[in-house]
């Protein structure tokens, strides 16, 4: 059975949506996969709660309480590590996860470490996605699954919704439209993903 890990940050809406149609879709039968765990880089991260009462191992790794980029990188590999199983290497998600990764972590998972950015990349990688689409006057948003290289929103893209901006549109408006399309392609992405590995 090959385990998921889903790192966290804050409330947890996209890991909540991997965790409960990984249950509807039984991707432990179809898939030989299930979401084993749930890391936040911040104790009072909302998406705990779920994780916790879907019965999943949860963990909190405190970023400050280290001196470096470095060394939180190599505690939450360790932490990871532990879901490794035989001829199953851990698959590791990315969900609303606000850190900017080590070149050394990205590389030790690479092709098994996945994230969700709220744009339709190769535009507007980094911060502030949805007002930099608007004030562009660009006429759709949307969202992409990649895996992730060492350049910050890059690497091969699995999977992309696209949304449109409505006349009139806010940030926040545009986000909230965005991430109703994050819940069902981010899954999906994965799943698919999943079925490739097991055929090869």
Request: glycine share 8%; with cysteine; charged share 15%.
């Amino acid at each position: 059975m090959k385990n998921i890990v889903i790192l966290i940050s804050g409330g947890g809406s996209n890991m909540a949506a991997i965790v409960k149609t990984a249950q509807s879709q039984d991707w432990a039968g179809r898939h030989g996969a299930r979401v084993a765990a749930v890391i936040s880089n911040k104790a009072d991260a909302k998406g705990l709660l779920f994780a916790r009462e879907q019965g999943l191992d949860t963990q909190v790794l405190d970023h400050k309480a280290y001196a470096s980029r470095e060394a939180f990188d190599a505690a939450l590999t360790a932490c990871i590590d532990r879901y490794d199983v035989p001829g199953a290497p851990v698959l590791v998600v990315l969900a609303g996860f606000m850190r900017i990764l080590t070149p050394g972590f990205v590389n030790h998972y690479a092709g098994r470490l996945l994230n969700i950015h709220p744009s339709l990349l190769p535009a507007f990688p980094g911060l502030h996605t949805h007002q930099r689409a608007i004030d562009a006057g660009c006429q759709v948003a949307g969202a992409t699954v990649h895996q992730v290289t060492a350049e910050l929103d890059h690497g091969p893209i699995l999977a992309q919704a696209v949304v449109p901006i409505l006349p009139g549109d806010s940030a926040d408006a545009l986000a909230a439209r965005v991430l109703t399309q994050e819940h069902l392609i981010y899954p999906r992405a994965i799943a698919q993903l999943l079925q490739k590995n097991r055929q090869n």
